[in-house]
Structures are given as structure tokens and as C-alpha cells.
């Protein structure tokens, strides 16, 4: 079992930073793809980045290539998404979860894992 905890949400205005961590603990996270999603108010769940366990290999959406960068420290079991340049469209609850595997998937139902989830609300 994994289980994982996020933190580091909260209110900022446009074009600012946040830097989300995700906390896990469980014996097989560091064998485990981990991504975070994001969840606006009334839309689904999207990916937004993941990294894969074994050699670190990154993948973003679209929508955040350029202004988010995911990073992991297996041996502190966290997981970060340094969020840059925020723009209002990424106001969501944003999900750390984690799968197990060296594969990193972007459909939420592929995910084993869940946090509970921190919200970003950017004002203008």
C-alpha cells in the first residue's frame, strides 16, 4: 500500500509560483510511476505531469509545458510540482497519485494511488 499526502496549495495571483509536494510513505512508492492531476470545477480529472520511478522521465500536458516541472527524490519518498507563471485556467484541485510500475500513465483510472488533494485557486 502507498499512501500520499499533499500540501503546498493555496491562493495566488496570476503570472505567481507555487510549489506542490506530495508526501508518500509505503514500502513500494519508490517503484512506483507518480504524477499529479488536476480537477477544475466542474471537469474531469486531467493529467498535468508524471515521472517515471527507475530513470526519472518526465511527461507534461500541453497545457503546462514550459510552466510546470515534476521532480522526485525516491529516498525522501516526495514528489514536487513547481508551478510558474500561473495563469487563472490552472485554478483545480491538484492530485498527487501513483501507480505501480515503471510506466507513467496519463488516464486517471490507470492510477493506484491517490492523495486527497490540495486546491490552487489563481486570482487576477
Known amino acids: 500500500q502507498v499512501q500520499l499526502v499533499e500540501s503546498g496549495g493555496g491562493l495566488v495571483q496570476s503570472g505567481g509560483s507555487l510549489r506542490l509536494t506530495c508526501a508518500a510513505s509505503?514500502?513500494?512508492?519508490?517503484?512506483?510511476?507518480t504524477g499529479w492531476f488536476r480537477q477544475a470545477p466542474g471537469k474531469g480529472r486531467e493529467f498535468v505531469a508524471g515521472v517515471s520511478w527507475r530513470r526519472g522521465y518526465t511527461a507534461y500536458a500541453d497545457s503546462v509545458k514550459g510552466r510546470f516541472t515534476i521532480s522526485r527524490d525516491n529516498a525522501k519518498n516526495t514528489v514536487w510540482l513547481q508551478m510558474n507563471s500561473l495563469k487563472l485556467e490552472d485554478t483545480a484541485v491538484y492530485y498527487c497519485?501513483?501507480?505501480?510500475?515503471?510506466?507513467?500513465?496519463?488516464?486517471?483510472?490507470?492510477?493506484?494511488?491517490w492523495g486527497k488533494g490540495t486546491l490552487v485557486t489563481v486570482s487576477s
Open positions: 509505503g514500502h513500494t512508492f519508490s517503484s512506483c510511476a
Open positions: 497519485a501513483a501507480r505501480g510500475g515503471d510506466v507513467m500513465r496519463i488516464i486517471p483510472s490507470d492510477m493506484d494511488y
